[in-house]
């Protein structure tokens, strides 16, 4: 089954005097908040990102997005559809960096070390070269 290109669920905005603008997905219990209505709406932004990145890699079911108009809210409150493309989260998951501990000889790493070699760096290209990539 082919993964949709975009998600669209709505959020709830809170305010509250002298608090950061809470941000809670009703569908997918997950929350985040911004200092101002530009900053919760990326982090809103990256947080669906995450869950629903999260939710195909798991392969769980996707829920199904509330209805706006059926999504309850306070006088405090607003409601907020929020989007996420989803190929470019797809790959920069892909390309995410993972920490790898590697052992090697005391007088290997001195020398690399003492010629300021990015250890990182020479593992990624010795590992391409191997796999011929």
Known sequence: ?????RYVYPAVFTYEEGQEIAVV???LDAATSGKNDEDAL????EL?????????????DIPVPTSLAKVP???????????????????ARVNRS???T???PA????????KNINFSQVLQDGLKQRLSL
């Open 42 to 45: 990326f982090s809103a932004r």
């Open 98 to 100: 993972v920490n790898r």
């Open 1 to 5: 089954m082919k993964k949709p290109e």
């Open 107 to 114: 007088w290997l790493n001195a020398a690399a070390q003492e």
């Open 48 to 60: 669906l990102g995450c869950v629903m990145a999260g939710l195909e890699e798991d392969g769980e």
């Open 73 to 91: 809210w306070e006088a405090n409150e607003r409601v907020v559809l929020i989007d996420v493309y989803m190929p470019s989260i797809r790959m």
């Open 25 to 27: 997905f009703p569908d």
């Open 102 to 104: 590697v052992t090697l």
